[in-house]
C-alpha cells in the first residue's frame, strides 16, 4: 500500500518554467524529506521539514510542510536541465523508518 | 562524510542461485540501516529495517527466509538474496541512518540485480 501519493507523476517543462511537484496523504507524518534520484544511483537528500507549516528554501527549491504534517510541496523556480530527475517524497511514521512516495519524474528541456 | 557504499554495483546469477549484497557506511557509525527495493520507473519500497546485534524487521509482504538480512556490525548489513528468480530482478538500495541523528538517512548508490 503506497501511502503517500505523488502528483504529477510525470512533467516535461521548457528551461525557465516554473512548477511544484505535490506530496499527499491521509496519515500524519513525524516529518518529511524530498529526494532526487538520478538513473542507476542512489536517492539524494534534499531538504527535511519536521514542523507544520515549514517553508525551507534551498536555492531555486522551495519545500513546504503542510499544517497537519500529512501533505508537502516541491516548487521549482526557473527549472533548468540539471534539474532533470526522479524526484521523491518520503515520510517518516516513527523517528527513523521513511515510506516513499510515488515518484515524479521530471524532464527539463533545453 | 556519511558516505555509503554497496557491493556489488551490479550482478548478474541464474535462477535458483542466492546472492549476497553488501551495505557499508564508510566513516560513520549506523545503528539501524533500510534496504529498499526499486523496480524500474517506480518508487523505493522499503523492504526491511535492519538494528544491529538485532534480528531485522519485515515489511508486510516481503519473505523474511528469502530475503536474509543480517546486521552484525555498526558499519556493515548484507542482503541474501535465496534461491533467486527472475522476478527478484531489481534495484536493491540500502541507507544508513547515524546513531543519535534524528532524522538523517544516507543512501547507498544501489546494486542492480539481474536473475537470468
Same mark, same amino acid.
Given at each position: 500500500?503506497?501511502?503517500? *501519493? ?6 516535461? =517543462? ?25 538513473? #542507476? *544511483? ?5 531538504? !527535511?521539514?519536521?514542523? #507544520?507549516? *515549514?517553508? +525551507?528554501?534551498? +536555492? ?15 516548487? =521549482? !523556480? ?6 532533470? #530527475? ?12 521513511? =515510506?516513499? #512516495? !510515488?515518484? !515524479?519524474?521530471? +524532464?527539463?528541456?533545453? | 562524510?556519511?558516505?555509503? /557504499? ?32 526499486? $523496480?524500474? @520507473? ?21 519473505? @523474511?527466509? @528469502? ?23 531489481? $534495484?536493491?538500495?540500502?541507507?544508513? /541512518? ?8 544516507? $543512501? ?9
Amino acid at each position: 500500500t503506497q501511502l503517500l *501519493e505523488q502528483s504529477p507523476q510525470f512533467l516535461s =517543462i521548457q528551461e525557465g518554467e516554473n512548477l511544484t511537484v505535490y506530496c499527499n496523504s491521509s496519515s500524519v507524518f513525524s516529518s518529511l524529506q524530498w529526494y532526487r534520484q538520478e538513473p #542507476g *544511483e542512489g536517492p539524494v537528500l534534499l531538504v !527535511t521539514v519536521v514542523t #507544520g507549516g *515549514e517553508v +525551507k528554501k534551498l +536555492k531555486r527549491l522551495t519545500f513546504q510542510f503542510g499544517d497537519a504534517r500529512k501533505d508537502s510541496s516541491l516548487h =521549482i !523556480t526557473a527549472a533548468q536541465p540539471g534539474d532533470t #530527475g526522479l524526484y521523491l517524497c518520503a515520510g517518516a511514521r516513527g523517528t527513523y523508518k521513511y =515510506i516513499f #512516495g !510515488t515518484g !515524479t519524474r521530471l +524532464k527539463v528541456l533545453a | 562524510g556519511a558516505v555509503v /557504499s554497496q557491493h556489488p554495483s551490479w550482478v548478474i546469477c541464474k535462477s535458483g542461485t542466492s546472492v549476497k549484497i553488501e551495505c557499508r557506511s564508510l566513516d560513520f557509525q549506523a545503528t539501524t540501516m533500510f534496504w529498499y527495493r526499486q $523496480f524500474p @520507473k517506480q518508487s523505493l519500497m522499503l523492504m526491511a529495517t535492519s538494528n544491529e546485534g538485532s534480528k531485522a524487521t519485515y515489511e508486510q509482504g516481503v519473505e @523474511k527466509d @528469502k530475503f536474509l538480512i543480517n546486521h552484525a556490525s555498526l558499519t556493515l548489513s548484507t542482503l541474501t538474496v535465496t534461491s533467486a528468480h527472475p522476478e527478484d530482478s531489481s $534495484f536493491y538500495i540500502c541507507s544508513a /541512518s547515524i546513531a543519535g541523528a534524528k532524522y538523517e538517512q544516507y $543512501f547507498g548508490p544501489g546494486t542492480r540485480l539481474t536473475v537470468t
